[in-house]
């Protein structure tokens, strides 16, 4: 185990009341509001009129950056932060899920930034300022409401190259300053979502944290019993209740389950004491950014690839760990290596019970631009990605090619 600091100042109300904290939390921050939301889901699950009618008994003055959608935009974060400049906003309050939240954590940042907020994305500068930001978390898995990053994605026009939809960047910002004040976590949503909405969801909610999970996991930093205990039971909660709150969508205990599980996957208690890998985040980052594949559907194509990629390079232990460990293989069930390949297979075909897909075909994503990806993700990691073990231009083409 490595030497390493931990600081969670994120305030965590959770349970089916958790919104009735919402206005003593305003209180303390000031009444001039930026509220932050996606589409129309939270309108229609009635949670915007709540959120509404708290405000305005707090005698809130409420401005609104909406239309957030997955793999989120520069430019909702450069007219959000515009705009609590102009109107000197004292909260930003998200209502959504990862998201949502990116984006708000992204303008409060860049709110108290008098540069491009690009800049806090590329390298170019670290800004230790914030605005206070809350958030209302709507769905059972976000965990960017306790970490301290966000992605946004910048959309560049090249002519070139897919004419008809314009490539994309994506970078993250890991800022220790930019952390949730608040959070209610409201994982009982009495929503009025159809059926199809509510699994894709589930779906993708069910993903992303595994993943968050398993970038953690995956380290050749020896001595961590503690930590990989810890991040297999979460690992197994969520495989263990992803196909409930699937067929029962209204089942509050299984989206308490997952919500809970995604949340310490991702407020950097799973990763201390370690150095952890995130080369697959990267691999998919660039899916996101070509194609608009969500989030969560591109890292459960990606992952798996990966596993079996590196298992080719001689990384069995690991892997071995977890098929025994989170998936129940057998230690008879032959080589190490075999038992490392079939928790990989049962990995796959969890994510199929979920009708997930598993490869780039499904996702009717072809090979014309792997070379392009392999050698954007690389340059942009610095060379090569990951640590666990490290990918260069030529291994992420490998990655990629394994995933078609």
């Known amino acids: 185990m490595i030497d390493f600091s931990l600081q969670i100042p994120t305030k965590i109300y959770f349970g089916r009341d958790s919104l009735s904290h919402l206005d003593e939390e305003v209180r303390h921050y000031g009444n001039r509001v930026l509220l932050v939301y996606g589409g129309g889901s939270i309108k229609r699950i009635g949670l915007y009129d709540k959120v509404m009618e708290v405000l305005n008994e707090q005698s809130c003055r409420v401005w609104e950056i909406s239309g957030v959608k997955p793999n989120p935009r520069l430019g909702l974060v450069q007219e959000g932060a515009a705009l609590c400049k102009e109107q000197q906003i004292q909260l930003v309050l998200a209502v959504g899920g990862g998201s949502v939240i990116d984006t708000a954590k992204a303008i409060a940042n860049a709110a108290c930034y008098d540069g491009d907020p690009w800049d806090l994305f ?172 969500a989030h969560g559907a591109g890292l459960a194509i990606v992952f798996p690839a990966w596993m079996k990629y590196v298992l080719s390079k001689g990384c069995v232990s690991k892997l071995r760990q977890f098929a025994i460990r989170v998936f129940d293989v057998s230690e008879d069930f032959g080589s190490d290596e075999a038992i490392a390949s079939e928790g990989i297979a049962l990995l796959e075909r969890f994510y199929r019970s979920l009708g997930l897909p598993t490869t780039l075909h499904e996702s009717s994503i072809g090979e014309e631009n792997f070379d392009r990806m392999s050698h954007r993700a690389v340059t942009m990691g610095g060379g090569h990605l990951g640590n666990y073990y490290p990918i260069h231009e030529e291994d992420a083409l490998a990655i990629y090619r394994l995933a078609r």
């Open 122 to 293: 590329d390298g170019t500068c670290k800004n230790d300022r914030v605005l206070p930001l809350g958030v209302i978390v709507t769905i059972p898995a976000a965990g960017s409401e306790m970490s301290d990053s966000s992605v946004i994605t910048r959309e560049i026009i090249h002519t070139r190259f897919r004419p008809h939809k314009p490539p994309a960047i994506p970078l993250g910002i890991s800022n220790a300053i930019t952390v949730i004040k608040f959070r209610p976590i409201a994982s009982e949503n009495k929503d009025r979502l159809s059926p199809r909405e509510r699994n894709i969801r589930v779906l993708m909610q069910v993903v992303s944290p595994m993943a968050h999970m398993m970038e953690r996991y995956f380290t050749n930093t020896q001595h961590v019993e503690l930590i990989d205990r810890m991040t297999e039971g979460a690992l197994k909660t969520v495989i263990h209740n992803a196909p409930i709150a699937l067929k029962q969508p209204e089942n509050y205990d299984a989206r308490a389950e997952i919500m809970w599980a995604a949340a310490l996957a991702h407020n950097g208690l799973l990763g201390t004491g370690r150095v952890t890998d995130w080369a697959s985040h990267r691999l998919e980052h660039e899916l996101s950014a070509l194609y608009d594949i």
